[in-house]
C-alpha cells in the first residue's frame, strides 16, 4: 500500500516506532507534534492521504484538530483515526462524534495501527 500518512503525535519516541513500522508497510509520513502544527500540515502539498491524530496535544486538543480538518473543504474528506491513551467508551465516543473515522485505546500494537491505516485507505473503505 502507498499514501502519505499525516502522524500528529507528540511523544517522539512513539512517533518513531509508528512511523517506522508505517514506512515499512509502504508508507510516506509527515509528522506534526502539535495541534496547530497538524492544521498547517494537513493542507501543505502534497497532501495527506490520511490522518493518525493523537487526542492529548500541546496547542488545540485532537479533537479540536479533528473538528476543524472536517469543516475545511479542503480536508473534509481525510480519513482520520485517532489514537489516544484516553480509552473510556465517552473517549470513544467523543473522538467519533469530532469526526473521526476509527479510534484506537493507546497502548496499541502498532502493527493493529498500520492495518487499520491500511484499512481507511482500502477502496472498498466506507472513509473519505
Request: with cysteine; hydrophobic share 50%.
Amino acid at each position: 500500500m502507498t499514501g502519505l500518512i499525516l502522524l500528529v503525535e507528540d511523544e517522539v519516541d512513539l512517533a518513531d516506532v509508528v512511523e517506522f513500522q508505517l514506512v515499512r508497510a509502504g508508507f510516506a509520513v509527515r509528522r506534526a507534534a502539535t495541534g496547530p502544527d497538524a492544521l498547517v500540515q494537513a493542507v501543505r502539498e502534497p497532501r495527506p492521504d490520511a490522518v493518525v491524530l493523537d487526542v492529548m496535544l500541546p496547542g488545540l486538543s485532537g479533537h479540536e484538530v479533528c473538528r476543524r480538518l472536517r469543516v475545511d473543504p479542503a480536508t473534509a474528506h481525510l480519513p482520520i483515526l485517532m489514537a489516544s491513551a484516553r480509552a473510556t467508551r465517552a473517549d470513544v465516543d467523543a473522538g467519533l462524534a469530532a469526526g473521526a473515522d476509527d479510534y484506537l485505546a493507546k497502548p496499541y500494537s502498532v502493527l493493529e495501527l498500520v492495518r487499520r491505516v491500511e484499512a481507511l485507505l482500502a477502496p472498498d473503505s466506507l472513509a473519505g
